[in-house]
């Protein structure tokens, strides 16, 4: 491990506001297949994986693995082709991470979203440039709250944990985060509230409070016990 410091960054809600373009794609496949899905369903199974949301609003019981792996992937199409048309980037998402590349911040996405949903966000937001690790749904055995995809994505950038700090705007990732020994920043996106993420080390309403040095002052306590810069 080196003395690099590093932001891990979830992707739904926190990169791209995408709880719309979900809905909708969700939407899109329901009619498609004469299946019912409202907005409280939605609502309800947010953040959940798509095979767990299609096992308990269409399942019951009927569906089998294959006919539930291909509801999945039309709904993931459906949702790539919705955000490649209008990509729904996180206001100030551009300027945070070109600000903390040129500040020396190792950069990753941990998220539990396919590979290809993955690459195509960080493909709009600058791809390899910018980002010098990525963990997607495949990745991963134990999902959020595990500490899994976070683990796996400092030993990919070679950071040690304790000098991670993590994005996330779910209590499951906050969790997640906490578990790994990683400084954990919540951001309060759509269907979150400041109180329900109120266990992380910080809370912030817009990615535009952020900056590399904010994040860099968060690991000032534990600096002491590090070696390195």
Same mark, same amino acid.
């Given at each position: 491990?080196? *003395?690099?410091?590093?932001?891990?960054?979830?992707?739904?809600?926190?990169?791209?506001?995408?709880? *719309?373009?979900?809905?909708?794609?969700?939407?899109?496949?329901?009619?498609?297949?004469?299946?019912?899905?409202?907005?409280?369903?939605?609502?309800?199974?947010?953040? =959940?994986?798509?095979?767990?949301?299609?096992?308990?609003?269409? +399942?019951?019981?009927?569906?089998?693995?294959?006919?539930?792996?291909?509801?999945?992937?039309?709904?993931?199409?459906?949702?790539? =082709?919705?955000?490649?048309?209008?990509?729904?980037?996180?206001?100030?998402?551009?300027?945070?991470?070109?600000?903390?590349?040129?500040?020396?911040?190792?950069?990753?996405?941990?998220?539990?979203?396919?590979?290809?949903?993955?690459?195509?966000?960080?493909?709009?937001? +600058?791809?390899?440039?910018?980002?010098?690790?990525?963990?997607?749904?495949?990745?991963?055995? =134990?999902?959020?709250?595990?500490?899994?995809?976070?683990?796996?994505?400092?030993?990919?950038?070679?950071?040690?944990?304790?000098?991670?700090?993590?994005?996330?705007?779910?209590?499951?990732?906050?969790?997640?985060?906490?578990?790994?020994?990683?400084?954990?920043?919540?951001?309060?996106?759509? +269907?979150?509230?400041?109180?329900?993420?109120?266990?992380?080390?910080?809370?912030?309403?817009?990615?535009?409070?952020?900056?590399?040095?904010?994040?860099?002052?968060?690991?000032?306590?534990?600096?002491?016990?590090?070696?390195?810069?």
């Amino acid at each position: 491990m080196n *003395h690099d410091y590093a932001v891990i960054f979830d992707m739904d809600g926190v990169l791209v506001d995408t709880y *719309h373009a979900h809905y909708r794609s969700w939407l899109t496949v329901a009619e498609s297949e004469g299946l019912p899905f409202s907005e409280e369903d939605f609502a309800r199974t947010f953040g =959940r994986t798509s095979r767990e949301i299609i096992a308990q609003c269409w +399942g019951d019981g009927r569906l089998s693995d294959d006919e539930i792996a291909t509801l999945d992937d039309k709904k993931e199409a459906a949702f790539r =082709r919705i955000i490649e048309q209008d990509f729904p980037a996180m206001p100030g998402v551009y300027e945070l991470l070109e600000g903390l590349h040129r500040a020396g911040f190792k950069l990753a996405v941990g998220s539990s979203g396919p590979p290809e949903n993955v690459a195509l966000v960080v493909e709009k937001l +600058g791809g390899g440039t910018l980002f010098s690790a990525t963990v997607t749904g495949r990745d991963v055995t =134990r999902g959020k709250p595990d500490p899994h995809v976070f683990l796996i994505a400092a030993e990919r950038l070679g950071v040690s944990p304790a000098r991670c700090a993590v994005v996330e705007d779910a209590p499951a990732g906050v969790e997640a985060a906490r578990a790994s020994g990683m400084i954990s920043i919540a951001l309060v996106s759509t +269907g979150r509230t400041q109180e329900s993420l109120a266990a992380a080390d910080l809370v912030v309403d817009s990615l535009t409070e952020l900056s590399a040095e904010r994040i860099r002052r968060l690991f000032g306590p534990r600096d002491a016990g590090l070696s390195g810069p």
